[in-house]
């Protein structure tokens, strides 16, 4: 019999990329990360799920050091990228996150052009030696964000009058433009109606060919279906990490259960 | 679970059309308070008129001037008695030597136009014209020296009695307790005026000359005042743009939230608030007493009134920060730019259109101040003429706009109350180009996100 | 389990459980009456059993609809997944168990014209009794949720193979020894075979049960003692059993 591929859900590589050991975040008293283990694996989607306030997204920040920029925040425990500590001492944030790229919840475009909204990473980085390699940078990019067929007869039109579907792939391919090894996005769908998200969605899924993806989402539809691997979130707790397929018809923890059949918001 | 509260005893039914009492009282107390604003609207509109009706009123007269056209007869007699036309000997005679030069030129010229009451002597024609003719005319010859011998026409400020009756301001029932002016010099203006010897035009010497001494309001101009408002809006445009931008940018941006910065903050709130002479008496301590500045330096009044006007920069330039969506910042550094970066490529071009209104109101309200600069002794009459040159401006005694007219509001002579209207409208028109400027800057830097 | 948030969700998957105890009660009803029928040899009871098999394709087809329709408009996962796929598959093997009480009922239909087969007719019913009561159990277990009753249900089907085995080889001998009886023993050795398969079929929704609760179907090493398949008439051209293990 003729065997028909599925989605494929397992993937190829599975070295480890970010690992992180009994991590802890306060947010001043509050305890908002409690002894978080995980192991983010190379070209593969892992998806962040839990109730609003689980930690999810202070997680995820703290994979390239987002919170830095907030004064009350610590951070204990180890987050390692390709086995190097990322909040040593010696490691410079500005340079993390030029490696751990980020994708925020409201398509959040420079109000610049749209050729400038890519340049931008390239430029600060020094990745262009003139401006024929920029260029070429920004269709490359234009064209991993899949949205180069859209714009490129108005690269200096301003990316903030694009649609919010369009904003948000100008923001992924402004992301994956400085070369990242790792794409972090923080609910970049809550803000798109189902054709964009869609867009996204399968954006996400030819990401993964290049890149380590973590994505945060509200939706379980949304981890479902782009994600291979599934980290549940609970009161700052990771309740259960594993292979998104098994998350989604059975859970180990009753807490999962619970979250994925909509009996705890 | 919820329930959807529905009413007792099922639906009341009623026709969408009728209005009941309670929908009507409604609408009522709404179109009451429509008409509040409304009328708050028309008394603020109606005040506006009145003040723009009676600055303009007042004011317009001090633009326009009376001259009295003579032929004088540069006699060398008196001017140049070696006749050598030696400059020096030339400066040798005062404004004095002048006088009877003048007076016989005024005395033919209201002969001729044969006044109703006639005027004998020469010597009682110094009534009708300035006291800075003669300085007017000296300086002519000891430019020219080579016209005295012939006869030249002047053009010179008539006495402000004289344009003051001209102007309606001097009345002849008044003139009998005046002892500047008798009813005969005004029958001579009047013969003038209809010879055309007296004319009245624009006097430019208004906008740009110096302030004259109480007895001379015709001379006096707003010219080097506005030199000081002018050297005083460099000061305070040097100073506290950047320091204010820098400052507001560090609190915002970089500085931790603890106590201290709290206190800074509450500071700058109250700064803002502090009365304006209160900053006089510190920049009269500080800079003049204790840093040994000059008095009546615009560099003194700039300082100053950069203490001043900094908290009502740093206020707006940290709102305008503080409104710049928190998701530019988080773009520029998701894409790894450094606080720094993030600051000046994104959040500062966001927030210029507000920085710069706010500066720009600030300069405004520096402009008009002028109560520190009395402190400092930056009142009127400081400075009878121009600087020697750039930056000496910025030493020169000197006086401000509003200084002036403050000056000029307190003189006794009426003709300078005419003159601190028109001082007043020199002074709006500026700040009506300072905010047209600030509504043109922010269209300008002013983006969507 | 605690509630949905969306309770509207509870009721849809309430209503598609108790459908399904609708649809197995009605089954066991009709396993019950299609074997009185043969016994009793009442010709109106397997009429009213074919008759009452039209209930029961209905009933799975509106399963299959409202589970269809669960599945559109909740997107259920995990333990809902399970409900509505194991509601799916219980609802498809309730209707191959009322599907062979039909066809029961259609032989018995055949059989009344005939004369009896001795002492057969008890073994018959003792073993549709024990199917029966299989089917309660494993439809118990499912409302209770019940692995161990679940279990307990596989192992029985093992007994039921045992009766049908033991049955297969009466039938052989009977027909051996009179050659008239070949066409009765041949209708009774397929109402035997009939009630054999509604054990496993009972057996596939006890699995169900299992596959509900523990996410997992239960290994394939479950006892198996259905022998007539290598038992040959003559030792060549038996081939497999009348239907291939389900």
């Known amino acids: 019999m003729y065997d028909a591929p599925y989605t494929e859900r397992t993937t190829a590589v599975t070295d480890v990329k970010i690992s992180a050991r009994d991590v802890q975040v306060y947010y001043g008293d509050n305890h908002a990360i409690k002894d978080v283990n995980v192991d983010i694996q190379d070209k593969t989607v892992t998806a962040f799920i839990g109730p609003s306030g689980c930690g999810k997204s202070t997680f995820l920040r703290c994979l390239n050091r987002m919170n830095d920029t907030i004064d009350i925040c610590r951070v204990l425990g180890k987050i390692e990228l390709d086995g190097e500590d990322i909040y040593d001492k010696r490691v410079d944030p500005v340079q993390l996150r030029a490696k751990v790229g980020m994708v925020f919840q409201k398509p959040n475009p420079f109000p610049k052009s749209i050729y400038d909204n890519i340049a931008y990473g390239p430029r600060i980085h020094g990745l262009a030696k003139n401006k024929a390699e920029l260029d070429e940078i920004v269709e490359k990019s234009l064209r991993r964000g899949a949205i180069w067929d859209e714009v490129k007869d108005r690269l200096s039109e301003p990316g903030t009058g694009l649609s919010g579907g369009q904003q948000q792939r100008l923001c992924i391919a402004r992301a994956v433009a400085t070369e990242p090894e790792v794409l972090l996005m923080d609910e970049p769908c809550s803000a798109l109606d189902p054709i964009a998200t869609a867009q996204v969605e399968e954006l996400i899924d030819e990401l993964r060919a290049n890149f380590s993806v973590v994505i945060v989402t509200h939706s379980m539809q949304q981890a479902a279906r782009v994600s291979q691997k599934t980290a549940f979130f609970h009161l700052g707790n990771l309740v259960e990490y594993g292979e998104t397929g098994k998350i989604f018809t059975n859970p180990e923890d009753p807490r999962t259960e619970s979250y994925i059949t909509g009996r705890i918001g | 679970m919820t329930d959807a509260s529905i009413p007792e005893g099922g639906k009341v039914t009623k026709s969408l059309v009728q209005l009941d009492a309670r929908t009507r009282r409604r609408n009522a107390a709404e179109a009451r308070f429509r008409a509040y604003g409304l009328t708050a609207i028309v008394i603020g509109f109606f005040f506006l008129i009145t003040l723009m009706v009676a600055i303009v009123g007042n004011g317009v007269g001090a633009f326009r001037q009376s001259f009295i056209t003579v032929e004088v007869f540069l006699d060398p007699a008196k001017l140049d008695k070696n006749g050598a036309r030696d400059i020096e000997d030339i400066k040798k005679v005062s404004t004095f030597g002048y006088a009877p030069l003048i007076q016989n030129a005024l005395l033919e010229a209201v002969q001729a136009a044969q006044p109703d009451t006639p005027i004998k002597k020469a010597g009682d024609t110094k009534q009708l014209i300035s006291a800075s003719a003669l300085a007017a005319v000296r300086d002519h010859v000891i430019a020219n020296p080579e ?303 | 389990m605690r509630q949905h948030i969306a309770s509207a969700f509870d009721r849809d998957l309430e209503g598609i459980q108790a459908q399904i105890m609708k649809m197995g009660g009605l089954v066991e009803a009709s396993i019950r009456d299609s074997i009185t029928s043969l016994a009793d040899r009442d010709e109106d009871l397997a009429e009213r059993v074919r008759a009452g098999d039209k209930a029961i394709d209905a009933l799975e087809e509106t399963l299959n609809d409202e589970a269809a329709r669960v599945i559109a408009l909740r997107a259920p996962a995990a333990s809902d997944l399970r409900v509505v796929l194991s509601v799916m598959r219980i609802a498809a093997n309730l209707e191959r168990i009322g599907d062979l009480t039909k066809n029961i009922a259609k032989r018995t239909g055949v059989l009344v014209h005939m004369p009896p087969v001795g002492g057969t007719g008890s073994s018959l019913k003792r073993m549709a009794r024990e199917v029966e009561l299989m089917l309660k159990d494993a439809l118990d277990a499912y409302i209770q949720r019940d692995q161990a009753l679940a279990r307990d249900v596989i192992e029985r089907d093992l007994d039921v193979d045992q009766m049908y085995n033991a049955m297969f080889r009466e039938f052989l001998t009977f027909m051996l020894e009179d050659t008239r009886s070949i066409t009765p023993c041949m209708h009774l050795h397929f109402i035997a075979k009939n009630i054999e398969r509604m054990g496993d079929h009972a057996t596939s929704i006890a699995e169900q049960v299992i596959y509900l609760v523990s996410g997992e179907l239960p290994d394939e090493a479950r006892p198996k003692s259905d022998s007539v398949a290598s038992v040959g008439v003559d030792e060549r051209g038996a081939g497999p059993g009348p239907e291939a293990e389900g």
């Open chain 2, 147 to 449: 016209e005295i011998g012939q006869t030249v026409e002047f053009r010179l400020l008539a006495a402000s009695r004289v344009d003051g009756y001209l102007k309606g301001r001097v009345k002849r029932e008044d003139v009998v307790r005046d002892k500047n002016i008798n009813v005969e010099h005004l029958d001579a203006a009047d013969a003038l005026l209809a010879a055309g010897t007296l004319t009245r035009s624009f006097n430019p010497e208004f906008v740009l000359g110096a302030d004259a001494s109480e007895s001379r309001a015709e001379q006096a101009g707003m010219g080097v005042s506005m030199l000081g408002s002018f050297y005083m809006m460099l000061v305070v445009l040097a100073l506290s743009l950047p320091i204010g931008v820098a400052a507001s940018i560090y609190l915002e941006e970089f500085a931790p939230k603890n106590w201290f910065t709290d206190l800074i903050e509450v500071n700058i709130s109250n700064l803002a608030a502090v009365p304006s002479i209160v900053f006089g008496i510190l920049g009269l301590s500080v800079f003049i007493q204790f840093g040994g500045l000059p008095q009546s330096a615009p560099l003194v009044g700039g300082l100053v009134l950069t203490l001043m006007t900094l908290p009502r920069i740093i206020i707006p330039a940290r709102a305008a920060l503080k409104a710049v969506p928190p998701s530019i910042r988080d773009a520029a550094l998701g894409v790894g730019a450094s606080r720094t970066q993030t600051v000046f490529h994104h959040v500062l071009p966001l927030a210029a259109p507000g920085i710069l209104t706010g500066l720009i109101i600030g300069l405004g309200q520096a402009l008009g101040e002028t109560a520190p600069l009395l402190l400092i002794g930056m009142v009127g009459f400081v400075a009878t003429n121009l600087p020697d040159g750039f930056f000496a401006g910025f030493m020169t005694p000197n006086s401000a706009m509003p200084a002036q007219i403050y000056e000029w509001a307190k003189r006794a002579d009426p003709a300078f109350y005419e003159r601190a209207w028109g001082g007043i409208i020199i002074l709006l028109v500026f700040l009506l180009i300072m905010n047209f400027a600030a509504i043109v800057l922010r269209r300008k830097f002013e983006r969507r996100w």
